[in-house]
């Protein structure tokens, strides 16, 4: 009788506002332990005491649910790439360059850290990666940071055009081998360590 009690006080405590965002984190942490091929849209419903059909309002099916994660990841990354680029200050060169390579270690430390959620978002799991990369916050991030290298002389005009190729894929496929087993972690600062020379940048 308590647990029931206490289930339907957790029923109605989630509004329309923060049921959405509830599953989403409940199914965050089964992903979390359990990997994305696993995850359960009536398990998660379960963990936080809400009925089957509650969770179906929102995501009919375990697809919609894998996208609303994806896309919940995908802008809590941004996030805290946005939150590093803003404790760099300064307008020179050296500045432009810290901020640059603070983009590729915060997306690789998450990576590393969130192995399972990281396949999530890049395994096929989810719609939101078959969006266009441009379209993205992390990579009008991207953008915005090499612009910065060119405006401080740290990088030249003439190597632009290459910089988002260069950079996004690089520090994805390292990323991902590194996740994988495939390559050392410790690989990772030599990987930064290239892409500055090949787009024309002193360490």
């Not at 078959?130 to 290298?149: G, I, V």
């Not at 290459?162 to 894929?169: K, Q, R």
Request: charged share 25%.
């Amino acid at each position: 009788m308590v647990l029931a009690t206490k289930l339907r006080a957790q029923r109605a405590s989630y509004h329309h506002g923060n049921l959405e965002e509830s599953l989403i984190k409940a199914a965050i942490k089964l992903v979390r332990k359990n990997g994305p091929d696993h995850l359960s849209l009536r398990t998660a419903a379960a963990d936080i005491g809400v009925s089957p059909s509650a969770a179906y309002h929102y995501f009919p099916d375990k697809s919609a649910l894998l996208d609303g994660i994806g896309e919940y990841l995908f802008t809590d990354l941004a996030t805290m790439q946005e939150e590093a680029l803003a404790k760099i200050k300064g307008t020179s060169a050296r500045a432009a360059k810290e901020r640059f390579r603070a983009l590729g270690e915060v997306y690789f430390k998450w990576a590393m850290k969130e192995p399972n959620l990281f396949r999530l978002m890049f395994g096929g799991f989810c719609s939101i990666e078959d969006s266009e990369p441009a379209d993205s916050t992390a990579y009008q991030l991207l953008t915005k940071t090499l612009d910065e290298l060119v405006v401080t002389g740290a990088m030249s005009k003439t190597m632009r055009p290459y910089g988002e190729l260069i950079a996004w894929s690089s520090v994805h496929g390292a990323t991902t081998l590194i996740v994988e087993g495939h390559m050392p972690s410790e690989a990772f600062e030599s990987l930064l360590d290239g892409i500055q020379i090949s787009l024309g940048m002193s360490k």
